[in-house]
Every structure is written in C-alpha cells, then in structure tokens.
C-alpha cells in the first residue's frame, strides 16, 4: 500500500480522535459556568456578590491567617499508600485557584526540616495568574488527609 494512500484513510481517523476527550489544559482549568457564592461559610475574601464558577467551594478556604503560611501550621496532606506523599501534594496544589480562580503555578523550593509533628516540611512557592506569590509548608506525612478534603489558605480557593 503506498504511503499516501495509508495518509488519506488514516488521516480523518486521527483528526476524529484528536478532537475527542478533553483538551489540553481542560482538566487544570475550572468549569465556566459561573454560580453565585453561598455565604454559608464564606471568608472575606469572597463576597456574595462575586460570581464563582462550579466546581470552586468557597467554604473550602481557611478561615486562618496562618494555615499553610507558617512551618508551625502547614497544610496536611497525604494518601493511603505508604510512598504517595509528593503525589498527594501535587494533587492538593494542582487543585488550588487563586482570587481570579485561575490555576496557580507552583515550584517546590525545598524541605524546611520539622514541623509540628516532627514531619518534614515542604515549602513551594506559587505564582497567581496576576503574578502575585504565596508560599505555603506542606507536611505530606497525614495519609488520613485526603488532598481534595483540605482546606485552600487564606487569598486562594479549591476546585474541585
């Protein structure tokens, strides 16, 4: 069969599957229909007034200053298996939406030795979509913390 031939029966194919399934970047970005924010459990960061696409659960964000900001009181995440901690990090901050509920950009800038419980620490840093950065402790060492049942710090939001 010549190669031309295996291009032309090949190549709607191909188009037809590329055009199936998500996107690239659909699944970092939030759905776009829009819902008004239930005040139930708000912080000031999210007025009822400001309309927030589904998926985003403004209770979900933390009502305390300090959490996920100071080494004394990190964000707590992990997983059943013994070995997923990075990964149960990565899912957590991979949900995380800054005030535009944009994904952010994040890099992890080390281990910061003991935190509360005598698990090391994680610092990253994120960047928000307007360029603002956040750097928060991570102590992925709580398999009991499900990554997508913690809270957002103060300033950000989750998606779910």
Known sequence: ???QLM???LMPMLVSLASCGPKQGDAAAPPS???TANTAGTT???PASVLVPEG???AQTSTDPSYGFT???PVKVGMKDEYSGP???QVYLRHLRDKDFKPLRFERLGSMGGGPDDHMLDLYQLTASNVQVFKIYVDMYHPENT???QLAPVGLYFWK
């Open 7 to 9: 291009i032309g029966l």
């Open 1 to 3: 069969m010549s190669r």
């Open 33 to 35: 229909e829009p819902t």
């Open 56 to 58: 985003i659960d403004v």
């Open 147 to 149: 990554p997508l049942s």
């Open 87 to 89: 990964a149960a990090s």
């Open 71 to 73: 080494k004394e009181n």
């Open 44 to 46: 000031k960061s999210a």
